[in-house]
């Protein structure tokens, strides 16, 4: 067990890749704190991972509210004694900010960077010095391969989740002396609630989807998982300040099979 | 353990972060080819990993050279069937002031660093296609990320490691072949011996690191078998930087302040 004796907060884990954050928290042998805005979602995901063995326990938390975020730190160091790890997973991208910059109504740009910049700064301010404390931490931040490669319409979202990443890089810097590590998992598209808001047919769209993606699918939540595992272990030991790409090579480079047929036919 | 059913080359593996890493895969139960140009230690590396109880044979390789190469692949397959995961690990540097590096002297790093990874990343590659998908792992360098002084011809053969990669990942991704990098800061090896060697010169180094230490190669073996696992199966193309923080900024602030 690779997060065994570890405290952990989860934000937005009521769904999506935070619940499966959270899960597999818990498999790993961490005590996790899943938290968000959906007491009936949380306290299901909290119910799955003790049946399953783990231990877990669930707390309202919105990420844009100070109070309920230092209330949520000092809840899992009352419970559990410690808190090892945080995980900024909340986030926000509503259909409503989708738009060129001259069209975003600025009560949506405000909401982006509520929630996907200052909530991860409220929790991060609110936890290193319990980190600190116990001599230690690890911190991973859930951005998005927007935040380096932008995508029409998102002008909020991108600048919000690029500056996530800069946070987390000073964090780094600022808190290595005192063995706190700070790093980001940039996801491509996964299959989530969240997602499954962009599209009406979903046959079409997951065909979309692999038609951009070198690797021929859609990202599965637990690969978000499993990264946010390695980055929170002891075996991520010497990486901080650090970001890791996991969209099946969407980034990488251009990528037009159906333009120019695949140039390595003859393996 | 998390690689039962996988089978790596690791080249450069005689030593240094190769031996690190093949440690590494080895313990999380994966057969490992130790490949280096000195057979004698990858001979000794292999029979480290086969005392603590790991699968491994010991190969003789000059990354350079296509035959010895493909040699190295044959003897892979004929002693563990497959080859699922390949380290690149194999480099050298070259630390010539820039006015007298001649042309021989940047060829000979881009040879290994450069073109080693391209010729052995296509032998395995070429297995991997039959065996239905791989890992490919890249050791580039911070050097891949950014300059570093009078380190020119490193630097340039490192960052060619990354695009590299990062090209081969989108051709590659339709047989189901990852290919990743990482990119390590400053580990005291045989390669870094001239330079960190030096005392004043490491306690510099080391102060310019967010997290105070330099790197092991041990620390190198948690990023390799998460990129060899089936935990990263969708993760393709990505550089991991391995530093302690020291690509993220600077560590000290560059002006005292009152
Ligand atoms: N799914 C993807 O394809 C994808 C791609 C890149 C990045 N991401 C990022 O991954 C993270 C998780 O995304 P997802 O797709 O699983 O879920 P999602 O988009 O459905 O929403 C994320 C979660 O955050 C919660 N949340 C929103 N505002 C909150 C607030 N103020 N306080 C607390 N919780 C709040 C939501 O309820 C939800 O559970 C987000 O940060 C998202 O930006 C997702
Ligand atoms: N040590 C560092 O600070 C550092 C930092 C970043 C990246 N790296 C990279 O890590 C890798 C390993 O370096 P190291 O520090 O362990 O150095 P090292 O010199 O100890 O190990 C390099 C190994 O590669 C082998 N090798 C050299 N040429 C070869 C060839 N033509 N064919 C086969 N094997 C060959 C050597 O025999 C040696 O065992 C290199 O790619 C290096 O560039 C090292």
Redesign the pocket.
């Known amino acids: 067990m690779r997060l065994k004796d570890k405290a952990a907060l989860v934000?937005?884990a009521?769904?999506?890749?935070?619940q499966s954050i959270a899960e597999a928290f818990a498999r790993e042998g961490a005590a996790v704190l899943v938290t968000?805005?959906?007491a009936a979602r949380g306290e299901a995901v909290v119910e799955g991972i003790r049946s399953s063995g783990g231990r877990a326990r669930f707390r309202r938390?919105?990420?844009?509210a100070e109070e309920e975020v230092e209330a949520a730190v000092a809840a899992t160091v009352d419970e559990w004694g410690r808190l090892d790890v945080v995980v900024n997973?909340?986030?926000?991208?509503g259909p409503a900010s989708m738009r060129p910059l001259a069209e975003l109504p600025v009560a949506e740009w405000d909401r982006v960077i509520q929630?996907?910049l200052r909530?991860p700064f409220l929790v991060c301010r609110a936890a290193i010095p319990a980190m600190i404390r116990q001599g230690g931490g690890a911190i991973v931040s859930?951005?998005?391969?927007?935040a380096i490669h932008c995508s029409h319409n998102l002008p909020a979202y991108t600048a919000s989740?690029a500056a996530l990443i800069q946070m987390t890089k000073s964090i780094a810097l600022d808190y290595g002396a005192q063995n706190i590590r700070a790093n980001a998992i940039l996801?491509?598209?996964?299959d989530?609630?969240?997602?499954q808001q962009s599209y009406t047919d979903r046959e079409e769209y997951l065909r979309r989807i692999a038609s951009l993606t070198p690797l021929g699918r859609i990202?599965h939540?637990s690969g978000i998982a499993y990264a946010a595992v390695f980055l929170a272990s002891d075996e991520a030991a010497y990486i901080t300040g650090a970001t890791l790409v996991v969209d099946g090579g969407r980034i990488a480079g251009e990528y037009r099979p159906h333009r120019s047929g695949p140039s390595t036919r003859r393996a | 353990m998390r690689l039962a059913d996988k089978v790596a080359i690791v080249t450069g593996a005689g030593r240094g972060n190769g031996r690190g890493i093949a440690r590494g895969l080895a313990r999380e139960g994966a057969a490992v080819a130790v490949a280096d140009i000195i057979e004698e230690n990858a001979r000794k590396v292999a029979r480290g990993i086969e005392d603590s109880g790991g699968r491994a044979i010991a190969l003789k390789v000059d990354v350079t050279d296509p035959q010895s190469v493909q040699g190295m692949v044959d003897a892979t397959l004929a002693a563990f069937s497959t080859i699922t995961t390949l380290v690149n690990d194999a480099g050298v540097i070259s630390r010539i002031p820039f006015f007298e590096t001649t042309k021989e002297e940047f060829q000979r790093v881009v040879d290994v660093n450069l073109t080693g990874t391209f010729l052995v990343a296509q032998a395995v590659a070429r297995v991997m296609v039959k065996a239905g998908g791989g890992s490919i792992i890249n050791i580039a360098s911070q050097g891949a990320e950014r300059g570093a002084y009078e380190l020119v011809t490193y630097c340039a053969s490192k960052g060619g490691v990354k695009t590299f990669t990062m090209a081969l990942a989108v051709t590659l991704g339709q047989y189901n072949i990852r290919v990743n990098a990482i990119a390590p800061g400053p580990i005291p090896t045989d390669m870094t011996a001239a330079s960190l060697g030096d005392p004043v010169r490491r306690a510099s180094i080391e102060a310019g690191i967010p997290l105070g230490r330099l790197g092991t190669p041990e620390d190198l073996a948690g990023i390799c078998v998460y990129y060899a696992s089936d935990e990263s199966s969708w993760v393709t193309g990505s550089t991991m930087w391995i530093d302690g923080g020291g690509l993220a900024g600077l560590a000290r602030a560059p002006i005292a302040r009152k």
């Open positions: 934000t937005g009521t769904a999506g890749l935070g968000g805005r959906d938390l919105d990420v844009t997973n909340a986030g926000y991208y929630v996907n909530g859930i951005a998005s391969i927007r989740k996801p491509g598209v996964h989530t609630p969240g997602g990202g939540p």
